[in-house]
């Protein structure tokens, strides 16, 4: 079997991201996908806010969630899908920049597990900070690819 | 100084969540308020799925760290406002159900921080079923109530 | 196949309790063994202190983590053995007891995962304070039992 | 006021941990002390094992979060102490090399809370792998130094 190319890999990934409506309805986009790690940027933008005006601690977590499980994607064969079976997430600054990126990396890949952590960065012109870090690990479903519409 | 009547209470964490554009946009509500808990109802809809039409696991961590950072709340004096510092969440069955329930309540509670737990049902028909489970800590501000507008 | 009786699941964890020499070191016993649940006592002695003199925080955490573990290893078949996948530890009170008591249960028993909590009592004559909550993913490895000696 | 010099550090962290009994009952020592690092490095030995002969998760644990928690005993003014509030451990690998490391690090200080991350390594020879991964939150006690006996 011929290994999976890089571009084959932006496909089956981005098929998934785009069928999920909770991704588009924050304004989320994936534009880096690579072997072991993902990156989901979302703008700051008023629908998604907290009682302070900031990006809402919920929709972090939803980002590195995502980017996690994501990275996990790119170490799995092609007929496989991934679950989240649990994650912490530290905030450690308020999400108040123009752009948030959630950098999901894998950390351990094993056959039925894999551990990721992402780190959410909060945008600022040139300034980035680091505002939430998550430790996850996911569940890998044998030959329960996602399928194609 | 009088204390806070039911009233009061719910009337105080109404308005800190009505605040938050990102609960709206996902279509949740908080009809449950008391002192140490509250709940926040989520409808399914196609708005806010992930890739096989179940509700986004990301969409169950921000209601589940809602209802837990809104359970805080309860217990906070009125001139102070809390932080979500960290979350743990397990996801134990897919968030198949027709409404989604987080019930927030208090674990312990202290002068600077608060351990809260939420736990998510699916519910469809008469059956309900727990589809996640979250342990929280929150950090309190003192004397930096949540302004009205 | 005939289901294992509570002597027999008693007897099978208990065999695997007293092979872990780190148990015996700090003193913990484990007196209750049910369906679903474990208790693993720890008396308050010299060797286990932190520098304030309370039960060292890891010694807690030992206990909470084996107590969880040893309740998911009830819902095994007997051929089977369990893996620490992760744990999460919230430290409420200090463990200022003379008795700590951390009783594990299951939360959601699946096939290859197994979900449980564990709760840390300190114990002083009549009066039990929750010290320490944790919330714990199992692996369970089928047909690799623990072999007797 | 003056700074504390690097040999004061030392001098204010072995202190407290060598009134860790539990730490001297397991047989760790903490050679490496640095603002915001420390490792705790613990011989194999047979008092610590689990039921496979590999060092309990337990006493991984203990050695992460004491290592987190010194390096954030490391950024705070020395009459303050420290306390976990709350950890989150990932088991990577069995720990069975013949030393384990546990690197600590601080991710954010802030006055009142510290955010901590620590690796545990399992050495055997020239080899060192990954075998925990923990996320840890501590809680400053401003003005309660740890008093000298």
Same mark, same amino acid.
């Given at each position: 079997? %011929?290994?999976?190319?890089?571009? %084959? *890999?932006?496909?089956r990934l981005s098929?998934s991201?785009?069928?999920?409506? #909770? ?10 996908i ?15 806010? %907290? ?19 994501y ?11 991934? *679950? ?17 990126? #959630? ?47």
């Open positions: 079997m %011929q290994p999976e190319t890089s571009e %084959q *890999l932006v496909r098929a991201f785009n069928k999920q409506t #909770a991704m588009s309805l924050i304004k989320a986009t994936m534009p880096l690579g072997r072991g790690c993902t990156e989901i940027h979302l703008p700051r933008w008023e629908g998604i806010q %907290q009682q302070h005006g900031f990006i809402h601690g919920g929709v972090v977590g939803m980002i590195a969630d995502s980017a996690g499980g990275a996990a994607m790119t170490m799995t064969p092609e007929n496989a899908s991934v *679950l989240t079976v649990e994650y912490k997430l530290n905030m450690l600054a308020p999400a108040d920049g123009d752009t948030l990126i #959630a950098r999901g990396s894998v950390i351990k890949s094993g056959r039925t597990l894999i551990i990721t952590k992402a780190e959410v960065f909060s945008v600022r012109g040139e300034k980035r900070t680091l505002c939430a870090l998550m430790q996850q690990t996911i569940m890998v479903m044998h030959d329960r690819g996602e399928k194609s519409n």
